[in-house]
């Protein structure tokens, strides 16, 4: 892979500092526990437990978050409590799976 292609990558799945800091609080400075609902924001990227998949909130219709995959695709609705925050290194190696997906001709 091409160094521009990789700085494409990196831009197109990693958010601004500031977000990042923003989510490392979120997910890694704190448990998230039962008691503890989590409550994501538009742009976060979340892990939609029931279906074992990650996505980026896209926004938010009655009780649930509507979510879309990391590499763009179709959307879905998952109930908040579904939901939990995905560090930013399994943000990036989703993003990362998805862009090799792709590169082989494959759906994911």
């Not at 909130?57 to 009655?62: A, R």
């Not at 009780?63 to 179709?74: A, E, F, H, I, S």
């Not at 109930?79 to 990362?96: D, F, H, I, M």
């Amino acid at each position: 892979m091409a160094e521009a292609d990789l700085d494409a990558l990196v831009r197109a799945y990693v958010p601004p500092p500031e977000e990042c800091a923003r989510q490392l609080c979120a997910c890694e400075g704190k448990r998230v526990t039962r008691m503890q609902q989590y409550a994501p924001a538009l742009g976060d990227t979340v892990e939609d437990t029931r279906r074992r998949a990650i996505g980026r909130v896209m926004g938010f219709v009655g009780p649930y978050v509507q979510l879309r995959p990391v590499d763009g695709g179709r959307e879905w609705d998952a109930r908040q409590e579904w939901l939990r925050p995905v560090s930013l290194t399994e943000a990036l190696s989703a993003g990362v799976a998805a862009a090799n997906a792709r590169s082989r001709g494959e759906r994911s």
